[in-house]
């Protein structure tokens, strides 16, 4: 291209210069697929705003066979509680529901049925084996939108105050549990 | 005449299809959706079309038919019949969902390189561009070692 022959050095970097693109293309792919499995990244993960917030102002009423809960209930927490959005309708809940049910021992969680009739969300519960201290029905899917929740599954680790610590959009895993949720509640813990 | 009535019956559905046309085309499923006044209506849909609908991503709230979408159109509307500005349901949406529900992305430390990528590439452009087309410079070759002189005469030699 410019009359003079490329001297061996410049030949040589200039060969190089794709492997290096490939390379760090190579390295950025793999941590992203790396962060996926352990769970530290989530390309899906809406970045929400509610992060180290108190709880938005809801008020929801029951729904069977939980007792219904509002913000204030939030707030006046002492220990970390997990709140849980799902919906009968939903087949990521009903895969996350064994998880749930291992963690209820250790963590108190509270579930908000996700515009779901009142029957269906009962018979859902029941048969999944009920992991939830606490249950309210959320029918119009309106509180959600002030929560920010864009879909369900979707959790949120309320610490004491009713202060959002920890949100995902994706269903709960025992990797999750063991990495993220426990150790950020046993240090919310009074 | 059988025949006949059903080609009345037939002219009349494709009339009401073209009718209703623009309704399915916007997604508003339901003419109820929508604002009785033309000029509320008009609006709800500009700030709509400038939100993402959570669950298609890459599609305004005016655009999908999802739920959520269905559900925030609603809000949307609420508002505008309240007399909100544009700014007021624009802040509402991002304090809930983060700015991630511009499709419009605002221009901040974050996405500055967004932003300027576009006289970004052009400065880089009309750089390559110049150091592709200057005029080549001069260039006196090297010398022959002593060993190609060597080599170039024995060559021409036998030849």
């Avoid at chain 1, 969680?109 to 939830?132: C, M, S, T």
């Avoid at chain 2, 000029?39 to 739920?67: K, P, T």
Wanted: proline residues 9%; charged residues 20%; aromatic residues 8%.
């Amino acid at each position: 291209m410019s009359g003079q022959p490329a001297s061996p050095t410049r030949r040589r970097l200039l060969m190089a210069a794709p492997l290096v693109v490939a390379g760090g293309v190579g390295v950025g792919f793999w941590r992203m697929l790396s962060g996926m499995t352990k769970g530290s990244f989530d390309p899906h993960d809406i970045h929400a705003p509610a992060l180290n917030r108190p709880v938005p102002d809801f008020a929801l009423p029951d729904q069977a066979p939980g007792q219904g809960f509002s913000a204030q209930d939030l707030r006046a927490l002492k220990s970390p509680v997990l709140v849980n959005y799902f919906a009968s309708w939903c087949i990521p809940c009903v895969a996350e529901m064994p998880v749930l049910n291992a963690l209820k021992e250790r963590l108190p969680i509270w579930g908000i049925a996700y515009k779901d009739k009142p029957e269906h969300a009962l018979g859902f519960v029941q048969r999944a084996g009920n992991p939830y201290a606490r249950i309210a029905a959320d029918r119009d899917g309106l509180a959600a939108i002030d929560w920010g929740v864009s879909g369900v599954p979707e959790t949120f680790l309320i610490g004491p105050g009713g202060v959002i610590r920890w949100h995902t959009a994706s269903p709960i895993t025992e990797t999750m549990i063991t990495n993220t949720i426990m150790p950020l509640a046993d240090s919310l813990k009074p | 005449m059988k025949t006949h009535s059903l080609r009345h019956y037939g002219v009349i559905a494709l009339l009401a299809c073209l009718l209703f046309a623009p309704f399915v085309a916007m997604a508003v499923d339901d003419p109820s959706e929508m604002l009785p006044d033309p000029a509320q209506e008009q609006r709800a849909e500009a700030i709509g079309s400038q939100l993402r609908c959570l669950v298609c991503q890459n599609e305004s709230i005016e655009d999908s038919s999802a739920d959520l979408a269905r559900d925030l159109r609603h809000v949307v509307r609420e508002h505008v019949a309240r007399g909100e500005s544009n700014r007021q349901i624009m802040d509402w949406m991002v304090n809930r969902y983060g700015n991630f529900i511009r499709l419009k992305p605002p221009l901040t430390i974050g996405t500055l390189l967004l932003w300027v990528m576009p006289l970004l590439a052009l400065c880089i452009g009309t750089g390559v561009a110049w150091w592709t087309f200057r005029r080549p410079r001069t260039v006196t070759p090297t010398p022959l070692t002593d060993e190609e002189r060597r080599r170039l005469s024995d060559l021409t030699e036998t030849r």
